[in-house]
């Protein structure tokens, strides 16, 4: 890989990692960061996954709110416009978002909020108890915080390398 989009990569991990220590909810960290690092996010799209986190609701059932930030963000680029919903099914995000979970599970474990809380801590949580959350956030330490940076900096690199081919 290219040394400038390994370097871009790694910034935008680090980025990533801090805005999710700093501040929770993943999926945002996730397109925040995205959005600093290459564009193509707006900030209605940031707001729009907040109620991703935690898998959908705190939850937990539901896709990894990393890898929800990391699919909207390839989705962002490469899925089907509002006005072009009669043209297709865009098979070429699906492949996309695909290979990003598939990669995924094989990083981490699983792809739900819930098979990561189990991976990371050996037990699941229920969010919606403040006991919990907080035995959930000591347990888990910096792993959601390396999931969120992890999503982060394979997107960029993916849609830069991308971008970088079709100049």
């Keep these: 890989m290219d040394t400038d989009l390994h370097a871009l990569g790694a910034q935008a991990y680090e980025k990533a990692l801090q805005y999710e220590l700093d501040y929770g909810c993943c999926p945002q960290c996730v397109l925040a960061t995205v959005q600093e690092t290459i564009g193509i996010i707006d900030d209605q799209t940031v707001k729009a996954s907040h ?3 935690g898998g959908g609701g705190l939850l937990g059932e539901g896709v990894c709110g990393a890898l929800s930030g ?7 680029k490469y899925g089907r416009d509002r006005d072009k919903l009669d043209r297709g099914r865009y ?3 699906f492949k996309k978002a695909r290979e990003l979970t598939e990669r ?3 990083e981490f474990g699983g792809v739900t909020c819930r098979e990561l809380q189990q991976q990371f801590t050996g037990r699941t949580y229920d969010m919606w108890d403040a006991g919990e959350y907080k035995a959930f956030a000591d347990a888990r330490g910096k792993q959601c915080a ?6 982060t900096q394979w997107v960029v690199e993916q849609i830069s390398a991308s971008e970088a081919q079709h100049r």
Excluded: E, K, Q, Y
């Excluded at 990391?70 to 962002?76: C, D, E, K, Q």
């Excluded at 390396?146 to 999503?151: C, F, I, K, L, W």
């Design 51 to 53: 109620g991703l986190s």
């Design 70 to 76: 990391g699919l909207l963000a390839l989705s962002a």
């Design 91 to 93: 098979i070429n995000n």
């Design 104 to 106: 995924f599970r094989a």
């Design 146 to 151: 390396h999931a969120t940076g992890t999503v």
